[in-house]
């Protein structure tokens, strides 16, 4: 998590880093690292599969990161006296790339669906892909401790 905290913060500030003061970057750096932590929580409550975090360092950190140069930049950002309109071009931004690549990704993985599979067979999934993939499992053992105790 630390390590997620890290880069949180270095891709929040990626689109700022040329209009924001270091003061700034602070900011924007320290309230994504919280921001990463809350947003893995709210993932594993969702149920949505991310076991590395990286939605949760790129996509919500990346828009996070987005939106600040709205509130920060140095000319015209809300925080520093230059009102709403650069923070709505940001918002407007945000919103189109978001719905292009959600519009583009639901596209291809339709495509890959239809093609090739996107899903493993139940029991390569229970063995693990680890052993499907190469030939070996990563953490031994694992497996057999968690079907022993009943949690999957």
Known sequence: ????????????????????????????????????VYAVLFFDRVKLDDPVGALSVHLVNGVFGTLCVGLFATEGGLFMGGGFAKTLTQMIGIGAIGA?????????????????????????????LDVGEHGMEAYSGLVEQKMSTGVI
Do not use: H
């Open 100 to 128: 292009m690549t959600f519009a583009l990704s639901l596209g291809a993985w339709m495509l890959l669906k239809v093609t090739m599979g996107i899903r493993v067979s139940a029991e390569e999934e229970i063995e693990g």
């Open 1 to 36: 998590m630390i390590l997620n905290g890290t880069l949180a913060g270095l891709v929040a500030i990626t689109a700022a880093c040329n209009v924001v003061t270091p003061g700034s970057s602070l900011v924007i750096g320290g309230a994504a690292g919280v921001l990463v």
